[in-house]
């Protein structure tokens, strides 16, 4: 099947690339953010990295090693639940059109490989339980305790992982069997919150550090290279408040340029819908849901990794939905210029992480692969 050799293809390549990562001593900002640590003081983002590091003492293990293998885990974990779910939905057009959008994970993390295995990845695991719970009709309350165990990791590894609650929320909610308690009902919208708010107000509380060397010892010491401290660590010495400056980006021709790629992606579900009754209300909830990222905007310039949070977390609330009601509309046929036009447009157009801007499409980055393979 065409999605299962996608799907395999591009996990593949990433495997491949976390192993060039390890070889190469880690990555500044892929393998170093992770490895921010509180070993020293507080700081945001430090919990994961300070339960790392404690592990891999103990396990006299390379923290980098146990990192990469962690990485690999989770990539493929989401990998085979993808896979799982789309075949089990038989793989409509409508659907392979979503799966296959520059702005989700498939094809960003295989057309700009710097940007995957980022710590959001932590909030698209929290999404598989209710997924798997959806595909199967049964083992809702089981679901939902895992994924607020993944999100609880989620929002205290980054900060940004906050902004996906709305989108957590909603997959929660729509697991829920019809005769759930009322107890059970105020539980997902309250843990999460919780959590959410907990993992906001600790990285507010701790936004920035006044030397990062401190932080980056505690990696040193461990045998790692000081190089990969010099993305994600060192950053943290910046207070928030600098972000302020770069304000003008957003009412500049570059960002309106970006809009455009934006709204490309959108219209994948645009077709997605077509058929439904509510079609046009879905898709304009599709477009409102993207204010719920609009201070990643202000905070930060990662303009193309913002679009694969809202794309991706479209996809995966989108998938348990489909998993769910398997709706009739999702089978019907579509126009083929609709198809083919969208379908050549996630194939030859790309989305880099950082700042967002236009690159080459999985296909075209294939063939160009196999040109230069063929000339060297």
Same mark, same amino acid.
């Given at each position: 099947? =065409?999605? #299962?050799?996608?799907?395999?293809?591009?996990?593949?390549y990433?495997?491949?690339?976390? +192993?060039?990562?390890?070889?190469q001593?880690?990555?500044?900002?892929?393998q170093?953010?992770?490895?921010?640590?509180?070993?020293?003081?507080?700081?945001?983002?430090?919990l994961?990295?300070?339960?790392?590091?404690? =592990?891999?003492? %103990?396990?006299?293990?390379?923290?980098?090693l146990?990192l990469?293998?962690?990485?690999?885990?989770?990539? =493929?974990?989401?990998f085979?639940?993808?896979g799982?779910?789309?075949?089990?939905l038989?793989?409509?057009?409508?659907?392979?059109?979503?799966?296959?959008?520059?702005?989700f994970?498939?094809?960003?993390?295989?057309?700009?490989p710097?940007?995957?295995?980022r710590?959001?990845m932590?909030?698209?695991?929290a999404?598989?339980?209710?997924?798997?719970?959806?595909?199967?009709?049964?083992?809702?309350?089981?679901?939902?305790?895992?994924?607020?165990?993944?999100y609880?990791l989620?929002?205290?590894?980054h900060?940004?992982?906050?902004?996906?609650?709305?989108?957590?929320?909603?997959a929660?909610?729509?697991?829920?069997?019809?005769?759930?308690?009322t107890?059970?009902?105020?539980?997902?919208i309250?843990v @999460?919150?919780l959590?959410?708010f907990?993992g906001?107000?600790?990285?507010?509380?701790?936004?920035?550090?006044?030397d990062?060397?401190?932080i980056?010892?505690? #990696?040193?010491?461990?045998?790692?290279?000081? =190089?990969?401290?010099g993305?994600?660590?060192?950053y943290?010495?910046t207070?928030?408040?600098e972000?302020?400056r770069?304000?003008t980006?957003?009412?500049s021709?570059y +960002?309106?340029n970006f809009?455009?790629?934006?709204?490309?992606?959108?219209?994948?579900?645009?077709?997605?819908?077509?058929?439904?009754?509510? %079609?046009?209300?879905? +898709?304009?909830?599709?477009? *409102?849901?993207?204010?719920?990222? #609009? @201070?990643?905007?202000?905070?930060?310039?990662?303009?193309?990794?913002w679009?694969?949070?809202?794309?991706? *977390? $479209?996809?995966?609330? *989108?998938?348990?939905?489909?998993?769910?009601?398997?709706?009739?509309?999702l089978?019907?046929?579509?126009?083929a210029?609709?198809?083919?036009? $969208?379908?050549?447009?996630?194939?030859?157009?790309?989305?880099?992480? #950082?700042?967002?801007e236009?690159?080459?499409?999985?296909?075209?980055?294939?063939?160009?692969?196999?040109?230069? $393979?063929?000339t060297?």
């Amino acid at each position: 099947m =065409t999605i #299962v050799f996608i799907l395999g293809g591009v996990l593949a390549y990433l495997l491949y690339c976390l +192993f060039v990562d390890f070889a190469q001593g880690g990555d500044s900002w892929k393998q170093g953010d992770w490895l921010i640590n509180e070993l020293t003081e507080p700081t945001r983002r430090g919990l994961f990295g300070s339960a790392l590091l404690l =592990t891999s003492d %103990a396990l006299g293990l390379s923290p980098l090693l146990l990192l990469v293998l962690f990485q690999g885990l989770v990539v =493929t974990a989401i990998f085979v639940v993808l896979g799982y779910a789309a075949i089990d939905l038989k793989v409509p057009n409508k659907l392979l059109l979503i799966l296959l959008s520059p702005g989700f994970i498939v094809f960003f993390w295989f057309n700009d490989p710097q940007g995957s295995v980022r710590k959001e990845m932590l909030t698209f695991l929290a999404f598989l339980p209710l997924m798997v719970a959806a595909l199967r009709g049964s083992g809702s309350r089981i679901a939902c305790v895992l994924s607020c165990l993944a999100y609880a990791l989620a929002v205290f590894s980054h900060e940004a992982n906050v902004f996906f609650l709305p989108f957590l929320w909603l997959a929660m909610w729509m697991v829920l069997p019809d005769n759930a308690s009322t107890r059970l009902r105020v539980s997902v919208i309250a843990v @999460p919150f919780l959590l959410a708010f907990l993992g906001g107000l600790y990285a507010t509380a701790y936004s920035h550090v006044s030397d990062w060397t401190l932080i980056c010892q505690q #990696v040193t010491d461990r045998g790692l290279d000081p =190089t990969v401290c010099g993305g994600a660590i060192e950053y943290l010495v910046t207070p928030p408040d600098e972000a302020t400056r770069n304000l003008t980006t957003l009412v500049s021709i570059y +960002f309106r340029n970006f809009l455009i790629l934006y709204g490309i992606c959108l219209l994948s579900f645009r077709v997605l819908f077509q058929g439904s009754a509510w %079609a046009e209300w879905w +898709f304009f909830a599709v477009i *409102a849901s993207g204010v719920v990222f #609009v @201070p990643l905007y202000i905070l930060a310039g990662d303009y193309g990794r913002w679009l694969n949070y809202h794309i991706s *977390a $479209l996809v995966f609330v *989108a998938l348990v939905y489909l998993l769910k009601w398997r709706p009739a509309w999702l089978y019907r046929d579509l126009k083929a210029i609709d198809f083919s036009i $969208l379908l050549a447009l996630s194939l030859l157009v790309g989305i880099r992480h #950082v700042p967002g801007e236009l690159i080459d499409g999985s296909l075209v980055k294939v063939l160009l692969a196999i040109h230069n $393979l063929l000339t060297s």
